[in-house]
């Protein structure tokens, strides 16, 4: 405690510098060399600035990272929907279904980071048709909020989570979807989807096949 006490300072100045761009002060971007570095990721290890088109090629594996931009004084909230990412289910190495299905611009995934709205794809090759959307879901580890035309999905991770969390901590399904929503928004001037309701019954649904397995 006395080590830290005295670096306390630094300490503090560190948390305040990762606001910032901190070394990252090129406005080009380190990958391409080429675009205006404007776009950091939250959940990635590496700090660095890549422009709009390295961000998405960087992500096309990773969707529901949460993504800032840079506005010239302060990291504003972004989402890779907006950098113009869809999520193509049934296509596990991220390339476009020459035969989409069912195409929704305003999925909701809710997973351990957050909540996120998604553009997301469905596919209808000769390899997947045998797979209805909600399995193509669940085959990416996504369970789908309902059967038909499912528009909603929680990830096998946030379930997870809910119940070690459930079972360990005594934590109630309200604080857990509570938490989730003031990690994607912690001001509340965001609006975001509602599926406390929807979230209540996958809980369900999950602790019933769990207990089948
Ligand atoms: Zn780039
Ligand atoms: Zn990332
Ligand atoms: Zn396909």
Redesign the pocket.
Known sequence: MLEWIKRRDAFLKCLMSVKGRLQYADRSCPHCEDGEALYR?R??SSMELLCQTCCLN??SC?PL?R?EKWTGTFFERSTLQSLGLVIQVGHEDGSVCANPTLQFSNFTVVHTNGIHVLSVSFCGCPRNVQYEPWAQLMLGEWYPATVLQPQTAFTFRVLELFQLLNFEGKVTAYHFYRSLERLTDNTGCVKMPKRYSTFLRAVRQWRHLRALK
């Open positions: 990721c959940d990635c960087a992500h990773k990272d993504i």
